[in-house]
């Protein structure tokens, strides 16, 4: 789905585009995680199924929490959030099986996100979301990933996700860049498509996989494809918000360990002129 030009992501035309066309040749496509092998590692990322309308991408921060997008909490038709009951967390999710299957209990957004906002910088920041699954995934096999700070311009980043033409595999894209970080957004290279929203970004340095934002969004920039993510600043917020029993709920489950990040929210960036970026809202 298109949206109107937004000139307020602060990046030059010419910079982005002579950016992307030097990452270009450092990029890997995507490939397919077909495998146990292919997979061993990644089991943590799942496909969200949301009430049968649709899926998502999420990824476990803790034995009970997913991370994924807030918009994936949404019917695209009606606007209304799903009841979280509804939806499910497919740990691992290849070729029909999972390695764990687990129903989500509650699941916070920031109280800023409006979903039927036009897709400005301000609602791709906000668009993340955490899911309290009702039982905890412990699984010697589904290791929950940690969180760190966003990435700066010129990193090489990963991403792992479903999509609409891989819906039982999920895909690696093991090198792909962030092209600049403005205003609590990623613009990033990396290979999305509908159902990547909520796929998780990864640092790669030092051989962990850290998730440092989430997918949000497709963008295109004069003719060039590029990805949205958002930032993770809000998730201490979240975290608070399920403390204090935010989100619609079953009867309390048993407490699990939490995760913390290092630093809340990464030192502003400054306003730059910016140009005109026309936004395509993923579809669940």
Known sequence: MQRPLISRLALMASLLLTTLGSASAEESGLRALNTGDDGRGWEAVGRLN????????????????????AHC????????????????????????????????????????????????????????????????????????????????QGDEISVVSYAHDRAETPSLQELCNVITSQEGVLIMSCEVDFGSSGAPVFSLTGGVARIVSVVSAKAEVEGNDVSLGTDLGQIEHLMADLRAGGGSSLPVAPRTNRITIGQSRAAPIQSRSGIGAKFIRPGN
Do not use: M
């Open 73 to 152: 909490l949404y019917d695209k038709q009606s606007g209304l959030r799903f009841d979280p009951t509804r939806i499910e967390f497919l740990a691992g999710w290849r070729n029909g099986r999972a390695s764990a299957y687990r129903q989500v209990r509650r699941a916070v957004v920031p109280p800023t996100y409006q979903f039927d906002a036009d897709v400005t910088p301000e609602r791709v920041r906000d668009d993340v979301a955490l899911l309290e699954l009702y039982q905890p995934i412990r699984n010697s096999s589904v290791v929950p990933f940690n969180l760190t700070q966003r990435p700066r």
């Open 50 to 69: 949301l009430d049968g309308r649709g899926f998502c991408t999420g990824a476990l921060v803790a034995e009970d929490l997913v991370l994924t997008a």
